[in-house]
């Protein structure tokens, strides 16, 4: 499990600029430096603000998570392309995208989710069979601004190194 939480750490620090290390559950997290969004779609934090496709648009260009994921809420098959030794591993899953709004005045959530089965990857301290997932999420205020809320699920295929 040390093992496990010193290569997240490097991988993760290498993605944000090495600001945080990952748990398991990480809330808050740091703010990501990114685009606010246009000076027309800056709103309110309210139900009726920004749209999805721009919440998840300023979200991705965090640069946490990569180009795998839907520009809208939905769940796609992906390949998810991983580390090693040259061309490095390619495991087959869905990858998902959603959005969850909360009461006015409060930021949205958006959550990038891939999913995988276990015999095609799995780390050594997790199950061989069934679906393995891996979570990112971030907070989009009303003017656009993104913050890294949370990570969680198992080892993902694209941290091997």
């Known amino acids: 499990m040390k093992v496990l939480a010193a290569l997240a750490f490097v991988v993760f620090g290498a993605c944000t600029g090495g600001t945080a290390a990952p748990t ?10 990114t685009a606010s969004a246009p000076p027309s779609e800056r709103v309110s934090a309210t139900a009726s603000g920004l749209s999805d496709e721009t919440l998840i648009k300023l979200a991705k260009s965090s640069g946490i998570v990569g180009r795998l994921f839907p520009d809208r809420e939905a769940r796609i098959e992906c390949v998810i392309n991983g580390g090693g030794p040259a061309p490095g591993i390619q495991v087959r899953g869905m990858c998902e995208t959603s959005v969850a709004r909360d009461a006015a005045g409060t930021p ?47 080892f993902p295929p694209q941290w091997v190194k």
Request: charged share 15%; glycine share 10%; no cysteine.
């Open 108 to 154: 949205t959530v958006v959550t990038f989710t891939e999913y995988w089965e276990a015999r095609e990857f799995h780390y050594a301290d997790e199950p061989g069979a069934g679906q393995l997932s891996h979570s990112w999420s971030f907070t989009v205020d009303g003017n656009g601004r993104v913050t890294f809320l949370a990570m969680s699920g198992n």
């Open 24 to 33: 398991a559950e990480m809330s808050p997290g740091p703010t990501v430096p």
